[in-house]
């Protein structure tokens, strides 16, 4: 606008200037002429007429005027085509950054009519792992090819055939294959009869803000989640992010979180036993450790995992997942079952006690086939009977009414009962017991009843996991911190992914040999519930192939007395 | 769950329970096959005599004719419970103080030590073993304090 402005007045000045400066002439010829003409007529040579000698001045400066003008406006002049020149420097500079920023920022690339790439810029090629030469000369179809997962294809190639201007995403693969996405913008360029003659292509790559895009959404589940999330540095345990739920639990807020550590989440936390907890995870041993706490909340299950922080630095990964509800439902399930198994036992009863009448003759004499026909009847009651009682039994323990006081026992020769009730079934199984007593007498604090379902569940798994001639190994042996006994079969063992699922109700372990026993899968699960009561620590060592041990440990405070003679001689 | 109120009337039968030798034993149970089963372990194998009533009712309308040495009740039926009928006999039928043991399919020992605390002789609990059943009977029948009548 101010250029249009410039050339317009100096058009104007240059039109007066002209024509002042050819009527400035004739006046400057005519007033020459008339001062010659008066001054002959002062000599006397033209008489009549009388032209003043000022006036004739006066014209002389009129003159002078306009020659200044004249020279004022040629200076305007070129001054203004100086200034035009600048313009349109200043214009193609401006024209220039702007490539230049478009060059930088985004990817650029000239395609010809044909469909031949005619030139990249350096981005482009970064991006997509190419050189200019892998691209110059090829196809356009070469970057995206017509079958690839650009829905707006079609819709694109109209607009650009007919000379529009196309805007939309489209999905590139790179050289090594990773598929990105771009914003692209196709401007087609068409000489004047509307033939397309090139096409500049800009794109903007927006794979990573798509990405961050869809972790933000992640971002907000994991917020949402009910479950308390917790990631701390595996260290020094400070914690880098915790959801809405963790927040919540702890009472914490994002802002006070900061700088808290895990240690910080309970009052009751122990650095030692969370440190022996993770040591699984830590040594690689495991993907995952789980453990189950009573919170104040109520009971919980924390699952954690070892993952890479943004740092790089390893951190844990713990999830908080409330079992109120869980557990309500195990014992409304346990419930229900106990009252079903109690309600059988008044008919196992009658057909327990009629078969055991038959069995021994009372009722009258049988036949041997006869006979043989009943033993399997009342062999599968006892199992039957055996099924309802550890039910029972898993029940009681769990509704806490089993009655676990501790009174002071004879744990040796509780252990010689047990071995001695055993033997019946040992031999039936063809399976030898062995006891190994390296204590002579042991008196400790525990309750002999349980102790006995203890010993009678760990020796009949055992024998039942024995092959035919095998053999099972009790033994009883001072170790640090109190006293081990153990039962070791030397059977098909189980994996090490089984061993933690051994103790759970209903959880029959299918042992490597993959021949399945008879039994409730309850059995371990009620030895564990006993001696957890009784604070008898248990441990598993078991190999594929190599039998597996079951131990417990009664600790050193809940012995009261021990020594390598008998008790008799003890007592003596 | 277990009748405070009763508890004395038990203690005092318990100490009087006599140096005799145990033949009659009443036993009610409101489940017929039951009492087949206890019916057989108790008079072949067992040689007692054996009278069984399939409620409270009529345990109460024969037991002064029976005239029981002991008594053997099912703790759960359906009209009274066994304690019930036991404290009932006592009072109603003047059989003296005969002892009770009680027999259930309830396993739990805090139950059976109540019982036994109210002044039950025992608690046998389901399922028993029909062969044995006689002389475990027997076997605390012995075992029992005797203090004779005053």
Redesign the interface.
């Known amino acids: 606008m101010k250029m249009f402005g410039n050339f317009f007045k100096l058009g104007v000045l240059k039109l007066v200037a002209g024509v002042s400066g050819t009527v400035g002439f004739f006046l400057f010829a005519f007033s020459v002429a008339q001062y010659m003409l008066a001054s002959k007529q002062q000599l006397g040579v033209v008489p009549g007429r009388y032209i003043s000698e000022q006036f004739a001045l006066n014209q002389l400066v009129v003159f002078f005027l306009f020659m200044f003008t004249l020279a004022v406006l040629s200076m305007l002049r070129r001054r203004g085509e100086d200034e035009k020149a600048a313009i349109l420097q200043h214009m193609d500079r401006e024209i220039a950054i702007r490539e230049n920023a478009i060059d930088v920022h985004a990817l650029v690339s000239r395609i010809g009519a044909d469909g031949t790439i005619l030139a990249v810029n350096s981005n482009l090629c970064s991006c997509l792992g190419y050189t200019s030469k892998d691209l110059i000369g090829q196809s356009s179809e070469f970057l995206v090819p017509a079958d690839a997962e650009n829905a707006e294809d079609t819709d694109m190639r109209e607009a650009v055939s007919n000379g529009r201007v196309w805007s939309g995403i489209q999905q590139i693969k790179t050289k090594s294959g990773e598929l990105r996405h771009f914003a692209t913008t196709l401007l087609p360029e068409t000489n004047a009869d509307g033939h397309v003659q090139q096409i500049v292509e800009i794109r903007t790559d927006i794979t990573e803000s798509r990405r961050s895009q869809s972790l933000q959404f992640l971002t907000t589940a994991l917020e949402e989640l009910q479950d308390a999330v917790f990631i701390y540095d595996m260290k020094s345990l400070t914690i880098n992010y915790a959801n809405r739920s963790a927040l919540a639990s702890c009472g914490w807020t994002k802002e006070t979180m900061l700088a808290k550590r895990i240690n910080d989440t309970a009052a009751t936390f122990d650095a030692g036993h969370f440190r022996k907890h993770v040591e699984p995870l830590v040594k690689g041993e495991v993907s995952a450790v789980n453990i189950e706490v009573v919170s104040p909340n109520g009971p919980v299950e924390i699952s954690t995992r070892l993952i890479d922080g943004l740092d790089g630095r390893p951190n844990f990964l713990s999830v908080v997942r409330d079992l109120s509800w869980r557990r309500e439902m195990e014992n409304e399930k346990l419930r229900s079952v106990s009252m079903i198994s ?1 309600e059988l ?6 057909i ?3 078969l ?2 038959l069995r ?1 003759g ?2 009258g004499a049988m036949e041997e086939k006869t006979m043989s026909v009943v033993q399997i009847a009342d062999r599968n009651t006892d199992r039957l ?1 055996e099924i309802v ?1 550890d039910i ?1 039994d898993f029940e ?1 323990i769990k509704a806490n ?3 676990f006081s501790h009174s002071e026992l004879d744990l040796v020769g509780l252990v010689g009962e047990v071995e001695q009730l055993m033997t019946g079934y040992a031999a039936e199984h063809g399976v030898d017991i062995r006891l190994v007593q390296n204590v002579g007498h042991a008196t400790v604090l525990g309750h002999s009843e349980r102790l006995v379902q203890v010993m009678t569940n760990l020796m009949s798994n055992a024998i039942k996991y024995s092959d035919r001639g095998g053999c099972i190994v009790v033994s009883l042996a001072p170790v640090a911190g109190g006293l081990r006994v153990s039962v070791a079969d030397n059977g098909p063992g189980i994996t090490k992914e089984q061993r933690r699922k051994l103790f759970k109700p209903f959880s029959q372990v299918m042992p490597a040999d993959g021949r399945k026993r008879p039994g409730t899968g309850l059995g371990l699960a009620i030895v564990t519930a006993i001696l957890q009561r009784l604070e008898f620590p248990v441990s598993v060592d078991s190999e594929v192939g190599a039998g597996t041990v079951i131990s417990f440990d009664v600790p050193s405070h809940k012995i009261v007395m021990m020594g390598a003679e008998p008790a008799a001689k003890a007592v003596s | 769950m277990v009748d405070i109120l009763n508890i004395e009337d038990f203690r005092r039968r318990r100490v009087t329970v006599d140096d005799v030798k145990l033949q009659r034993i009443l036993h009610v149970d409101d489940d017929a096959d039951i009492r087949a089963i206890v019916q057989m372990s108790l008079e072949l194998v067992g040689n007692f005599e054996i009278s069984q009533c399939h409620s409270g009712e009529q345990a109460l309308a024969v037991a002064k004719d029976f005239r029981p040495d002991l008594l053997l009740l099912d703790f759960m039926m359906p009209e009274m419970t066994g304690q019930e009928l036991a404290a009932r006999l006592a009072a109603e039928c003047d059989i003296g103080s005969v002892p009770v043991i009680f027999v259930t399919a309830k396993a739990e020992e805090s139950f059976s030590n109540d019982l036994v605390a109210a002044g039950a002789l025992a608690v046998i609990t389901k399922p028993f073993d029909p062969m044995t059943l006689a002389s475990e009977i027997e076997k605390i029948w012995q075992s029992t304090p005797r203090v004779s009548a005053v």
Do not use: F, I, V
């Open positions: 109690h036992r008044t008919p196992l009863t009658s327990h006690g009629a055991r009448l021994s009372t009722a009977l009682n029972l009681k009414k089993m009655d």
